[in-house]
Nanobody, 121 residues
Framework: QVPLVESGGGLVQPGGSLRLSCAAS????????MGWHRQAPGKQRELVAA???????NYADSVKGRFTISRDNAKNTVYLQMNDLKPDDPAVYFC???????????????WGQGTQVTVSS
């Protein structure tokens, strides 16, 4: 198993910033892509941003220019810097990691429990 533990969510005013972190632990041989998704009440889970092991990134159009994803491969950790938060951003944010647990295994997708982001004045 590969637990993913998120932190950094909370309440922020419109225009404010938050930084989310997600650390993977356990039986890890290598991690391919890591990413952040979010799910608001009554909506489907959507991709926010993703990053490959080599650092290539992909963002949802709604967050381009405001959010930045990064990772520390040595720490098996992915970050999401969220700036200029807007009323459309509140959701539970989930991180995921595509992990190979040992040399001969396939890559499997692991998910965190989620962290709540609330934007309110």
């Amino acid at each position: 198993q590969v637990p993913l533990v998120e932190s950094g969510g909370g309440l922020v005013q419109p225009g404010g910033s938050l930084r989310l972190s997600c650390a993977a632990s356990g039986s890890i041989f290598s991690i391919n892509a890591m990413g952040w998704h979010r799910q608001a009440p009554g909506k489907q889970r959507e991709l926010v941003a993703a990053i490959t092991r080599g650092g290539s990134t992909n963002y949802a159009d709604s967050v381009k220019g405001r959010f930045t994803i990064s990772r520390d491969n040595a720490k098996n950790t992915v970050y999401l810097q969220m700036n200029d938060l807007k009323p459309d951003d509140p959701a539970v944010y989930f991180c995921n990691a595509v992990v190979r647990t040992y040399y001969y295994s396939d890559y499997d997708d692991y998910w965190g429990q989620g962290t709540q982001v609330t934007v309110s004045s």
